[in-house]
């Protein structure tokens, strides 16, 4: 079974614009869940989306917004970038989340550079 | 507050031996689950191992093993005969069971196994 897929694996970008990152689940998992990850944080939760409703999200700005897709494809968003936005974005699936089989898969990140 | 605490920023040891990583964490809640996962240089974060909170039974997977002590709320990752492919970060991570699923993640630790 394929694992969790990011698209793309790099991306430069400037301030000010914008830019979408797509992650598609393992197949069946309906839970996908975005991390972001940088040096001076760590790893950060940004939200959660589980049958195309987003029923958790982290404490960052308007600017980060997600969408999950029929298909449990998932994007998200990230308008107005700033430099402080550069990171490694992180996407993970799950199966059902909250029950006993519940565990997150990551994919391999999308890094992404503001310059 | 809802935190993990890892330590040890960073450990060594000679290939074969054995390693203990160290996390704490924090939470009112009674049911959760824990998680070990690896990210070599190549940024896949790698999920370890996982424990219930539940459970009483410390998780075992071939060499990795934890220590879970609840009362103390304490979760240590034991790796026996280490390999140079340990050679990675390795972050200790909490979830709670109930609806939208959130980890929240140590600072971690870079374990390096020298040759």
């Known amino acids: 079974k394929a694992g969790v897929t990011q698209t793309p694996r790099y991306l430069i970008k400037t301030r000010g614009q914008q830019v979408t990152l797509s992650c598609s689940p393992i197949s069946g998992h309906r839970s996908v869940s975005w991390y972001q990850q940088t040096p001076g944080q760590g790893l950060q939760f940004l939200f959660e989306y589980f049958s195309e409703t987003q029923r958790n999200k982290g404490n960052f700005p308007g600017r980060f917004s997600g969408r999950q897709f029929s298909n449990s494809r998932s994007e998200m968003n990230v308008s107005t970038l700033e430099l402080g936005d550069s990171a490694l974005y992180l996407c993970a699936s799950s199966l059902y989340p909250g029950t006993s089989t519940d565990t997150q898969y990551f994919g391999p990140g999308t890094r992404l550079t503001v310059l | 507050a809802q935190t993990v605490t890892q330590s040890q920023p960073e450990m060594s040891v000679q290939e074969a031996e054995t390693v203990t990583l160290s996390c704490t964490y924090d939470t009112s809640e009674n049911n959760y689950y824990l998680f070990w996962y690896k990210q070599p240089p190549s940024r896949q974060m790698i999920l370890v191992i996982r424990?219930?909170?539940?459970?009483?039974q410390n998780a075992t997977e071939n060499r990795f093993s934890v220590n879970f002590q609840k009362a103390a709320k304490s979760f240590s990752l034991k790796i026996s005969d280490s390999q140079l492919g340990d050679t990675a970060m390795y972050f200790c991570?909490?979830?709670?069971?109930?609806?939208?699923?959130?980890?929240?993640f140590g600072q971690g630790t870079r374990l390096t196994i020298n040759p």
């Open positions: 424990q219930e909170a539940y459970k009483q």
């Open positions: 991570a909490r979830a709670i069971i109930q609806g939208a699923q959130k980890l929240v």
